[in-house]
Structures are given as C-alpha cells and as structure tokens.
C-alpha cells in the first residue's frame, strides 16, 4: 500500500506555558523526531508547524515537507487540510493512504505498527482504539479519496472544526492498539507521568554574557620601539649612517672664498 502521512505540529500548548510539545524530549530525542520516525514507511511526510525540534539534517531529506495551516493555529482539521495541500503539490501521484498523526504522543510507534498491519490496498482506512475504547481521530490511517472529500465538503469551515466532525463520515477499521501507545502530552503532569522532559533551554544573553566574562583575556603585547625614519635623523660631519645624501640630491660641501 502506497502511503503518506501529516504530522501536526502547531498547538499553542497553552497547559504546557506555551512550551512547544514538538520540542519536549524523551530518550534524547524531541516528539517531533519520534513521532516523524514512526512515519517511516511513509512516501512522504507533511510536518504542519513549527519544524524546529527537528534535526538540521533531517530538514534536508526530499520525504520531508513543511508547511503550515493557515491561520496559525486553526486546529487539526486546518492542519489536516494544509498537509494534504502540500502532498497534492509535490507528491508524483496520490496515495492509497494517510497516516495522520499528533505529535504529543511518546510511543506513538507502536500503535503505527498496529495500524499499518491492519490496512491494505483493498482496506486503507483504519483508526486506532485506546483501552479504554476511544477512537483516535489522529492516530489513524484514512483512505486518500475519502480524506480529500472531507475536506472539500468543509473548505468553508475547517478553523475550530474538530476532527470528530470532520471525518464522521468515513467508515474505519477500529484497531486495538497497545495501552498507553496514544497517551499524549497535554500538561506537565502527563510530560512527568510519562518521563518526558523539557528541551534544554538556548543559552540567553545573560548566559552568553557570563560566558564571554569567563574568558581570559589575550595576553597584552607591548608597543614595538618606533623607528626615526630617514628624513628625521640628521647629517653628520662624520658622514656615519644617516647623514648620506638621497638619490639626486646636491651634496653639501664647504663653501670656498674666491682668490
């Protein structure tokens, strides 16, 4: 089965004090990272926000688009809409399927691997239950033609729309996945319960102050003598070094009285 996929990436994460939940770590890498990682068997992968808890060398791979819903932060359906956009746009020809997931949940991979073993060519759709029996709109595999009619149907109305409304339509294979596989990050409660941390802050200009004041300073040299250069030493009788005349120059000789 032919697959692509849209990770969102562009909450405001207003529980989290406005820390990016792309950029918190688990196992020294950012959700971001694990969450495009399990998006391996993908063709493509639509990242909708901020990329910047991704590795610089990840940024240079042709599988890896970047795009952003329009306005900012729009909500999923937004993001959902502006991942398919760019997929439409650069991928060579429409896939079977499109695994679409949040990027808030740590070990997302493993209900990825429940989903895909789910679905076929014949049978591209599939949604993931948690254990406790909720449908997983964003950790969910939809068929490419149904996906876009959904969004053509609400192109007017897609800001704030939940996904639920979204894609109530669509009939999906529910698939039982590992517990605790969609638990996500919505408060630093969760990032704790589940060992996520915050990103190593970027050093501040107070920091990079301190720094700068840790360093030694360079070693002072003295001035070099001066040197008088040649027109400022003045002829001697004795004719020693500098009192030659210049090139061209009349020599000074005694004057003699006439006889």
């Known amino acids: ?5 849209i990770v969102l990436a562009g909450g405001r994460s207003s529980r ?3 820390t990016p939940k792309s950029g918190l770590v688990l196992d020294g890498a950012t959700l971001l990272e694990r969450t ?6 993908a063709r493509h992968v639509a990242v909708v926000g901020d990329p910047g808890a ?3 060398a990840s940024l240079l791979s042709p599988r890896l688009l970047l795009t952003r819903e329009t306005p900012e932060y729009a909500g999923p359906a937004a993001g959902i809409a502006a991942g398919m956009a760019v997929l439409d746009a650069l991928a060579p020809s429409p896939s079977d399927g499109v695994l679409v997931l949040a990027c808030d949940m740590p070990s997302v991979a493993t209900a990825v691997v429940a989903l895909l073993a789910a679905t076929s060519v014949e049978s591209p759709g599939a949604i993931a239950v948690d254990a406790e029996g909720h449908p997983q709109f964003l950790t969910a595999v939809y068929p ?5 009619d959904a969004l053509a149907a609400h192109a ?7 996904v639920r409304a979204l894609l109530a339509s669509m009939t ?8 605790g596989s969609t638990d996500d990050v919505d408060t630093w409660e969760d990032a704790a319960r589940l060992g996520v941390v915050a990103p190593e802050p970027a050093p501040g200009e107070h920091e990079i102050a301190v720094a700068a004041a840790a360093v030694p300073p360079a070693t002072s040299v003295p001035p070099a003598a001066s040197v008088p250069s040649a027109a400022s030493v003045e002829p001697t009788a004795s004719g020693s070094a500098g009192s030659a005349p210049s090139r061209g120059s009349t020599p000074a000789f005694p004057r003699q009285e006439p006889s």
């Open 1 to 5: 089965m032919l697959l692509d996929a």
């Open 16 to 18: 989290l004090s406005g």
């Open 36 to 41: 495009v990682l399990a998006a391996s068997d």
């Open 54 to 56: 991704l590795p610089p």
């Open 144 to 148: 490419t033609r149904a996906l876009a």
């Open 156 to 162: 007017d109305a897609l800001e704030g729309l939940p």
């Open 172 to 179: 999906l294979l529910e698939v039982r996945v590992p517990r």
